[in-house]
């Protein structure tokens, strides 16, 4: 999952600000998508 992830960015940046408008460089941009990434993983992982 985190792989799948941060390759996702890696491998369609230019397509993610071409539907987003920003990129990773943008800092707010970037503290959302790494709160994101975050709430995924751990909700994925997380006991129900």
């Not at 990129?23 to 975050?38: G, H, I, K």
């Amino acid at each position: 999952m985190i792989w799948a992830t941060t390759q996702h960015y890696a491998d369609f940046a230019t397509q993610v600000e071409a539907v987003t408008g920003a990129t990773l460089q943008d800092a707010a941009f970037f503290e959302q998508t790494v709160d994101n990434v975050q709430r995924m993983i751990i909700e994925g992982i997380r006991v129900r």
